[in-house]
């Protein structure tokens, strides 16, 4: 139990706290250099020391924790707010300034670091021209790729691995990945299916990291052949990468670094994926045409992926992705969830090369 005079001191802190985060957006180098790889690498690996081995996601059970005392306390406290509301209120306060405190410290700092393209030496700005250029270098690729794994252009891939392979062939992406970007060494497999997959799946979101244990949940529903990049791109945020447009390059990275020709296959698709949407959204004559070009057998891919997400597609998601555009504006994601696009930008850069 703590004291209500530590209870004051934690709701007070909650003020000063949101503000340093304010303040922490305008200064990324400062964060860079003491918290993303100050602070951060030494927490992240204790977490992953600490979790890793358990077959189970802690995170998860954290949740399900967390959801049960907030309702618990609820009932048990709801007269309380007629008897003692300021007592009430000061709970309420200490409650959300500690998990402000915890979310920031564990994580949550990331979101004020250098942005990836500066660390890169990427320009985030790309011609239409660019863009087409890549999008027809994509189609080939991946059609050579679908086409050795299928040996038919009209087939749709299947992939040959349970969950714990993709994972473990996940993490040998990484580990290859990092012989050219030394930054983006990972500690170690920590990714597990998400007990949540159901919920997850209504809500639109194939993973998450949990911040506080640093677990990779994927969606354990959706379509086999998403769980490649969407590995990926958890283990991307494991490493410190908040920004969603950040994570998805990085995953693209990994997937195509790769030894595996799935893993592969997957980024080159994934990538390809973003342009094509991008590319039918300024020139719809150039993707109509592009689509001609493309394996019957991707499209195949898309169309699956496409019908899954859409017989799970409720009310609930768009309140659900409108609250989490919230958030990430919030985090110093001025596009909000519409910076998942915006790794095109960082696609055509490096891919143009």
């Known amino acids: 139990m703590v004291s209500k005079k530590g209870k004051i001191i934690l ?29 951060f690498p030494v927490l992240s690996k204790l977490l992953n020391t600490a979790f890793k081995w358990i077959p189970f996601s802690v995170g998860d059970l954290l949740y399900v924790a967390l959801i049960v005392y907030m309702i618990r306390w609820t009932v048990m ?62 189609v080939i690729k991946t059609n050579a790729l679908h086409l050795e794994l299928t040996q038919d252009s009209l087939l749709k891939t299947t992939l040959p691995y349970a969950f714990s392979e993709l994972t473990e062939i996940s993490q040998a992406g990484y580990l290859q990945l990092e012989k050219v970007y030394p930054s983006f060494k990972h500690d170690g497999e920590n990714s597990k299916k998400s007990i949540f997959s159901t919920p997850l799946t209504y809500m639109g979101f194939s993973g998450y990291v949990n911040p506080l244990t640093l677990e990779a949940h994927i969606n354990a529903v959706m379509p086999a052949n998403s769980m490649p990049t969407t590995i990926a791109h958890e283990q991307a945020h494991q490493l410190g990468y908040a920004a969603e447009n950040e994570a998805n390059f990085i995953g693209f990275l990994a997937s195509i670094h790769n030894n595996n020709r799935y893993f592969n296959y997957a980024g080159y698709k994934f990538a390809l994926r ?16 592009t689509l001609c070009n493309i394996n019957p057998g991707i499209l195949e891919d898309y169309r699956e992926a496409f019908e899954f997400w859409s017989a799970y597609n409720t009310p609930m998601e ?35 090369d």
């Open 318 to 352: 768009a309140l659900i992705k409108q609250f989490y555009s919230h958030f990430l504006k919030a985090n110093n994601q001025a596009k909000g969830i519409e910076s998942y696009s915006y790794v095109v930008a960082l696609l055509v850069d490096y891919l143009e």
């Open 77 to 138: 406290n709801c007269k309380r707010l007629k008897t003692d509301l300021k007592g009430w209120g000061l709970d309420i306060l200490a409650f959300v300034s500690f998990l402000y405190f915890m979310f920031h410290l564990c994580w949550g700092f990331n979101y004020y670091r250098v942005p990836l393209h500066t660390t890169l030496n990427l320009n985030p700005k790309y011609t239409t021209a660019q863009l087409i250029l890549v999008t027809n270098d994509l």
């Open 274 to 289: 973003y342009c094509l949407i991008e590319l039918s959204k300024r020139d719809s004559e150039v993707y109509d045409s």
């Open 11 to 39: 709701a007070l802190s909650l003020l000063p706290q949101y503000f340093i985060t304010k303040v922490a957006k305008n200064y990324p180098e400062f964060i860079e250099t003491n918290y993303s790889l100050g602070i």
